[in-house]
Protein backbone atom coordinates (compact mmCIF):
# COMPACT_ATOMS: atom_id res chain seq x y z
CA UNK A 1 0.00 0.00 0.00
CA UNK A 2 1.28 3.41 -0.77
CA UNK A 3 1.28 6.27 1.96
CA UNK A 4 1.75 10.12 2.58
CA UNK A 5 2.65 11.62 5.18
CA UNK A 6 -0.33 14.66 6.33
CA UNK A 7 2.93 17.32 6.78
CA UNK A 8 4.12 18.48 9.55
CA UNK A 9 1.71 15.78 11.70
CA UNK A 10 3.67 12.64 11.01
CA UNK A 11 0.64 10.91 10.75
CA UNK A 12 1.64 8.30 7.59
CA UNK A 13 -1.93 7.64 5.83
CA UNK A 14 -2.89 5.68 2.62
CA UNK A 15 -2.26 7.19 -0.50
CA UNK A 16 -5.38 7.25 -1.67
CA UNK A 17 -8.49 8.58 0.81
CA UNK A 18 -11.75 8.54 0.58
CA UNK A 19 -14.17 11.42 0.26
CA UNK A 20 -17.24 11.16 2.35
CA UNK A 21 -19.17 14.12 0.91
CA UNK A 22 -21.86 11.45 -1.23
CA UNK A 23 -22.57 9.37 1.34
CA UNK A 24 -24.46 12.34 3.43
CA UNK A 25 -27.33 11.75 0.91
CA UNK A 26 -29.26 14.93 -0.54
CA UNK A 27 -28.84 18.03 1.36
CA UNK A 28 -30.08 21.93 0.07
CA UNK A 29 -28.21 25.09 1.22
CA UNK A 30 -30.76 27.87 1.34
CA UNK A 31 -32.98 25.75 -1.37
CA UNK A 32 -30.03 24.78 -3.32
CA UNK A 33 -29.01 20.88 -3.84
CA UNK A 34 -25.79 20.21 -2.57
CA UNK A 35 -25.23 16.95 -2.40
CA UNK A 36 -24.76 13.66 -4.47
CA UNK A 37 -28.69 12.19 -4.91
CA UNK A 38 -29.83 9.68 -3.21
CA UNK A 39 -27.45 7.13 -0.80
CA UNK A 40 -28.25 3.74 0.94
CA UNK A 41 -26.92 4.17 4.27
CA UNK A 42 -26.39 0.26 4.82
CA UNK A 43 -24.53 0.04 1.27
CA UNK A 44 -22.07 3.31 2.29
CA UNK A 45 -20.93 1.44 5.79
CA UNK A 46 -20.60 -1.28 3.46
CA UNK A 47 -18.28 0.44 0.83
CA UNK A 48 -15.96 2.09 3.91
CA UNK A 49 -15.59 -1.12 5.82
CA UNK A 50 -14.40 -2.41 2.10
CA UNK A 51 -12.29 0.11 2.05
CA UNK A 52 -10.62 -0.27 5.30
CA UNK A 53 -10.14 -4.02 4.23
CA UNK A 54 -8.42 -3.38 1.37
CA UNK A 55 -6.24 -1.00 3.44
CA UNK A 56 -7.32 2.43 3.18
CA UNK A 57 -6.81 4.30 6.38
CA UNK A 58 -7.83 8.05 5.41
CA UNK A 59 -11.11 9.17 5.59
CA UNK A 60 -12.27 12.77 4.99
CA UNK A 61 -16.14 13.94 5.91
CA UNK A 62 -17.44 17.57 7.10
CA UNK A 63 -20.39 18.50 9.48
CA UNK A 64 -22.42 19.94 6.64
CA UNK A 65 -22.50 16.72 4.06
CA UNK A 66 -26.21 15.84 4.54
CA UNK A 67 -26.61 18.35 7.62
CA UNK A 68 -24.47 15.98 9.83
CA UNK A 69 -25.42 12.75 8.43
CA UNK A 70 -22.25 11.63 6.36
CA UNK A 71 -20.41 12.01 9.62
CA UNK A 72 -23.00 9.72 11.39
CA UNK A 73 -22.76 7.65 8.88
CA UNK A 74 -18.65 7.11 8.85
CA UNK A 75 -18.79 7.03 12.44
CA UNK A 76 -21.15 3.64 12.85
CA UNK A 77 -19.03 2.26 9.61
CA UNK A 78 -15.90 2.91 11.41
CA UNK A 79 -17.03 1.55 14.89
CA UNK A 80 -14.49 -1.06 16.44
CA UNK A 81 -11.74 0.15 13.96
CA UNK A 82 -11.45 3.48 14.83
CA UNK A 83 -7.39 3.16 15.98
CA UNK A 84 -6.65 1.61 12.56
CA UNK A 85 -8.05 5.08 10.26
CA UNK A 86 -6.97 8.93 10.20
CA UNK A 87 -10.59 10.78 9.78
CA UNK A 88 -10.46 14.40 8.57
CA UNK A 89 -13.67 17.04 9.14
CA UNK A 90 -14.68 20.55 8.90
CA UNK A 91 -16.42 23.04 10.32
CA UNK A 92 -18.18 26.54 9.35
CA UNK A 93 -21.26 26.17 8.21
CA UNK A 94 -24.62 25.47 10.68
CA UNK A 95 -27.76 23.74 10.38
CA UNK A 96 -30.10 21.97 12.36
CA UNK A 97 -29.33 18.41 12.43
CA UNK A 98 -32.52 16.23 10.52
CA UNK A 99 -33.33 19.59 8.65
CA UNK A 100 -31.03 18.35 5.77
CA UNK A 101 -30.67 22.06 4.87
CA UNK A 102 -27.51 24.34 5.30
CA UNK A 103 -28.60 27.67 7.31
CA UNK A 104 -25.71 29.53 6.74
CA UNK A 105 -21.81 30.05 8.01
CA UNK A 106 -20.24 30.80 11.24
CA UNK A 107 -16.75 31.67 11.23
CA UNK A 108 -16.37 32.29 15.07
CA UNK A 109 -14.61 30.56 17.60
CA UNK A 110 -17.43 29.90 19.57
CA UNK A 111 -19.21 27.96 16.51
CA UNK A 112 -15.72 25.89 16.59
CA UNK A 113 -15.99 24.97 20.35
CA UNK A 114 -19.83 23.60 19.67
CA UNK A 115 -18.93 22.33 15.46
CA UNK A 116 -16.04 20.10 17.62
CA UNK A 117 -18.24 18.81 20.30
CA UNK A 118 -20.65 18.07 17.77
CA UNK A 119 -18.66 16.36 15.23
CA UNK A 120 -16.81 14.43 18.51
CA UNK A 121 -20.37 12.55 18.87
CA UNK A 122 -21.78 11.99 15.57
CA UNK A 123 -18.17 10.19 14.23
CA UNK A 124 -18.48 8.34 18.12
CA UNK A 125 -14.87 9.29 18.98
CA UNK A 126 -13.37 10.94 21.38
CA UNK A 127 -10.77 13.14 19.16
CA UNK A 128 -10.43 14.40 15.70
CA UNK A 129 -7.39 13.47 13.79
CA UNK A 130 -8.01 16.36 10.83
CA UNK A 131 -10.03 19.11 11.95
CA UNK A 132 -10.49 21.58 9.05
CA UNK A 133 -12.43 25.32 8.18
CA UNK A 134 -14.30 25.05 5.53
CA UNK A 135 -15.39 28.41 4.38
CA UNK A 136 -12.86 28.37 1.91
CA UNK A 137 -13.07 32.25 1.09
CA UNK A 138 -13.56 33.64 4.58
CA UNK A 139 -12.12 37.32 5.34
CA UNK A 140 -8.34 36.20 7.29
CA UNK A 141 -8.85 38.55 9.67
CA UNK A 142 -12.73 36.85 10.56
CA UNK A 143 -10.40 33.61 10.42
CA UNK A 144 -7.40 34.54 11.88
CA UNK A 145 -8.52 33.89 15.52
CA UNK A 146 -9.57 30.49 14.85
CA UNK A 147 -6.13 29.22 14.74
CA UNK A 148 -5.13 29.74 18.39
CA UNK A 149 -8.28 28.44 19.05
CA UNK A 150 -7.50 24.97 17.19
CA UNK A 151 -4.21 25.04 18.87
CA UNK A 152 -6.30 24.71 22.13
CA UNK A 153 -8.45 22.05 21.18
CA UNK A 154 -5.21 20.00 19.96
CA UNK A 155 -3.54 20.74 23.74
CA UNK A 156 -6.91 19.56 24.74
CA UNK A 157 -6.50 15.96 23.03
CA UNK A 158 -9.96 16.51 21.34
CA UNK A 159 -7.88 17.64 17.86
CA UNK A 160 -4.37 16.23 16.71
CA UNK A 161 -3.47 18.93 13.27
CA UNK A 162 -5.77 21.19 11.26
CA UNK A 163 -5.79 23.00 8.17
CA UNK A 164 -8.13 25.36 5.59
CA UNK A 165 -10.16 23.50 3.13
CA UNK A 166 -9.12 26.54 0.44
CA UNK A 167 -7.69 27.10 -3.19
CA UNK A 168 -5.98 30.50 -2.22
CA UNK A 169 -2.38 30.04 -1.36
CA UNK A 170 -2.12 33.43 0.76
CA UNK A 171 -6.04 32.39 3.19
CA UNK A 172 -3.56 28.79 3.81
CA UNK A 173 -0.49 30.60 4.79
CA UNK A 174 -2.18 32.14 7.40
CA UNK A 175 -3.02 28.88 9.18
CA UNK A 176 -0.06 27.75 8.43
CA UNK A 177 1.39 30.33 11.11
CA UNK A 178 0.08 27.67 13.88
CA UNK A 179 2.47 24.70 15.28
CA UNK A 180 -0.05 22.00 14.28
CA UNK A 181 -1.18 23.22 11.13
CA UNK A 182 -0.04 20.06 9.22
CA UNK A 183 -2.88 20.54 6.02
CA UNK A 184 -4.35 22.33 2.79
CA UNK A 185 -7.39 20.65 1.17
CA UNK A 186 -7.84 22.17 -1.90
CA UNK A 187 -9.13 21.63 -5.67
CA UNK A 188 -6.57 19.55 -7.69
CA UNK A 189 -6.72 17.22 -10.39
CA UNK A 190 -5.17 16.72 -13.95
CA UNK A 191 -7.89 18.96 -15.77
CA UNK A 192 -7.60 21.63 -13.09
CA UNK A 193 -4.04 21.86 -11.19
CA UNK A 194 -3.09 25.34 -9.30
CA UNK A 195 0.83 24.88 -9.20
CA UNK A 196 0.98 27.92 -6.37
CA UNK A 197 -0.93 25.81 -3.95
CA UNK A 198 1.80 23.13 -4.60
CA UNK A 199 4.67 25.15 -3.99
CA UNK A 200 3.26 26.59 -0.48
CA UNK A 201 3.22 22.63 0.42
CA UNK A 202 7.02 22.45 0.25
CA UNK A 203 7.42 26.24 1.64
CA UNK A 204 5.04 25.01 5.17
CA UNK A 205 5.80 21.57 4.58
CA UNK A 206 1.92 20.83 4.81
CA UNK A 207 -0.13 17.47 2.92
CA UNK A 208 -1.98 18.53 0.34
CA UNK A 209 -5.72 16.96 0.35
CA UNK A 210 -7.29 16.63 -2.89
CA UNK A 211 -10.53 17.21 -3.71
CA UNK A 212 -12.47 16.85 -7.03
CA UNK A 213 -9.56 14.32 -8.06
CA UNK A 214 -11.63 13.19 -10.74
CA UNK A 215 -13.06 16.47 -11.73
CA UNK A 216 -16.77 15.30 -9.92
CA UNK A 217 -16.81 12.62 -12.65
CA UNK A 218 -15.50 14.14 -15.74
CA UNK A 219 -11.93 12.22 -15.36
CA UNK A 220 -13.90 9.09 -14.89
CA UNK A 221 -15.50 9.08 -18.44
CA UNK A 222 -19.14 8.02 -17.80
CA UNK A 223 -20.04 11.87 -18.52
CA UNK A 224 -21.25 12.25 -22.34
CA UNK A 225 -22.58 15.70 -24.36
CA UNK A 226 -26.18 13.91 -23.76
CA UNK A 227 -25.99 12.62 -20.11
CA UNK A 228 -28.84 13.35 -17.75
CA UNK A 229 -28.21 14.51 -14.25
CA UNK A 230 -30.83 13.89 -11.51
CA UNK A 231 -32.47 17.40 -10.11
CA UNK A 232 -30.97 16.36 -6.32
CA UNK A 233 -27.46 15.94 -7.25
CA UNK A 234 -25.05 18.78 -7.61
CA UNK A 235 -24.03 18.76 -11.02
CA UNK A 236 -27.67 18.99 -12.12
CA UNK A 237 -26.87 22.88 -13.46
CA UNK A 238 -23.80 21.30 -15.20
CA UNK A 239 -24.93 21.13 -19.46
CA UNK A 240 -22.67 18.42 -20.82
CA UNK A 241 -23.31 19.72 -24.15
CA UNK A 242 -22.63 23.26 -24.07
CA UNK A 243 -19.32 25.11 -22.30
CA UNK A 244 -16.59 24.24 -19.95
CA UNK A 245 -18.10 20.75 -18.99
CA UNK A 246 -18.22 20.09 -23.20
CA UNK A 247 -14.55 21.08 -23.43
CA UNK A 248 -13.58 19.22 -20.04
CA UNK A 249 -15.83 15.79 -22.14
CA UNK A 250 -13.63 16.23 -24.90
CA UNK A 251 -10.45 16.47 -23.37
CA UNK A 252 -10.72 13.47 -21.47
CA UNK A 253 -11.57 11.43 -24.64
CA UNK A 254 -8.47 12.91 -26.65
CA UNK A 255 -5.88 11.96 -23.39
CA UNK A 256 -8.08 8.53 -22.99
CA UNK A 257 -5.70 6.27 -25.24
CA UNK A 258 -2.80 7.34 -23.27
CA UNK A 259 -4.37 7.14 -19.36
CA UNK A 260 -5.55 3.31 -20.54
CA UNK A 261 -2.52 2.44 -22.24
CA UNK A 262 -1.35 0.24 -19.85
CA UNK A 263 -4.78 -1.90 -18.35
CA UNK A 264 -5.76 1.40 -16.13
CA UNK A 265 -9.14 2.76 -16.26
CA UNK A 266 -9.42 6.62 -16.70
CA UNK A 267 -10.25 7.14 -13.02
CA UNK A 268 -7.32 4.96 -12.01
CA UNK A 269 -5.03 7.24 -14.31
CA UNK A 270 -6.50 10.29 -12.80
CA UNK A 271 -5.29 9.70 -9.42
CA UNK A 272 -1.74 8.05 -10.90
CA UNK A 273 -1.84 11.25 -12.18
CA UNK A 274 -2.06 13.20 -8.96
CA UNK A 275 0.83 10.61 -7.83
CA UNK A 276 3.54 11.38 -9.78
CA UNK A 277 2.62 15.38 -10.03
CA UNK A 278 3.87 15.55 -6.48
CA UNK A 279 4.83 13.11 -3.41
CA UNK A 280 2.90 15.61 -0.61
CA UNK A 281 -0.71 15.23 -2.33
CA UNK A 282 -3.13 12.55 -0.76
CA UNK A 283 -6.60 12.26 -3.26
CA UNK A 284 -9.82 11.84 -1.84
CA UNK A 285 -12.32 10.08 -3.91
CA UNK A 286 -16.03 10.46 -3.52
CA UNK A 287 -18.08 7.07 -3.11
CA UNK A 288 -21.67 5.37 -2.98
CA UNK A 289 -21.32 1.80 -3.69
CA UNK A 290 -18.86 -0.77 -2.87
CA UNK A 291 -17.61 -1.26 -5.96
CA UNK A 292 -16.86 2.45 -6.58
CA UNK A 293 -14.76 2.05 -3.38
CA UNK A 294 -13.10 -1.07 -5.24
CA UNK A 295 -12.27 0.25 -8.59
CA UNK A 296 -10.76 3.36 -7.23
CA UNK A 297 -8.14 1.23 -4.64
CA UNK A 298 -7.18 -0.74 -7.48
CA UNK A 299 -5.08 2.28 -8.89
CA UNK A 300 -2.70 2.03 -6.01
CA UNK A 301 -1.52 -1.76 -7.86
CA UNK A 302 -0.55 0.57 -10.92
CA UNK A 303 0.95 3.26 -9.12
CA UNK A 304 1.72 6.83 -9.87
CA UNK A 305 2.13 7.33 -14.51
CA UNK A 306 5.24 7.28 -16.08
CA UNK A 307 7.55 10.40 -16.84
CA UNK A 308 6.74 9.51 -20.25
CA UNK A 309 2.84 9.07 -19.50
CA UNK A 310 2.86 12.44 -17.83
CA UNK A 311 5.20 13.90 -20.81
CA UNK A 312 2.48 12.70 -23.74
CA UNK A 313 -0.04 13.72 -21.71
CA UNK A 314 1.08 17.49 -21.54
CA UNK A 315 1.57 17.73 -25.04
CA UNK A 316 -1.94 16.26 -25.88
CA UNK A 317 -3.46 18.47 -23.87
CA UNK A 318 -1.46 21.33 -25.19
CA UNK A 319 -1.92 20.27 -28.75
CA UNK A 320 -6.09 20.22 -28.33
CA UNK A 321 -5.50 23.96 -26.79
CA UNK A 322 -6.52 23.00 -23.16
CA UNK A 323 -5.63 24.97 -20.38
CA UNK A 324 -6.33 24.32 -16.84
CA UNK A 325 -8.72 26.13 -14.54
CA UNK A 326 -12.00 26.42 -12.59
CA UNK A 327 -14.42 24.88 -14.56
CA UNK A 328 -16.65 22.43 -12.27
Not at 164 to 190: I, K, M, Y
Request: aromatic share 6%; hydrophobic share 40%.
Amino acid sequence: MMSRTLGRSGMEVSALGLGCWAIGGAYTSKGVHCGWGDVDDAESIRAVRRGVELGVTFFDTAECYGAGHSEEVLGRALRGMREDVVIATKFGHVFKEGSKDIDGDDPSVRHLEESCEASLRRLGTDYIDVMQFHMGGCDPEVAAPLVDKLEDLVRAGKVLCYGWSTDDPHRARLFARGEHCSVVQHHFNLLEASEPMLELLDEQRLAGINRGPLAKGILTGKFRHDSTIPANDVRHRWNPAEGDIAEAIDAVEAIRPIMEEDGRTLAQAALGWIWARHPRLVPICGFKTVKQVEDNIKALEHGPLTEDQMRRIEAKLKEIGWKRRRFA
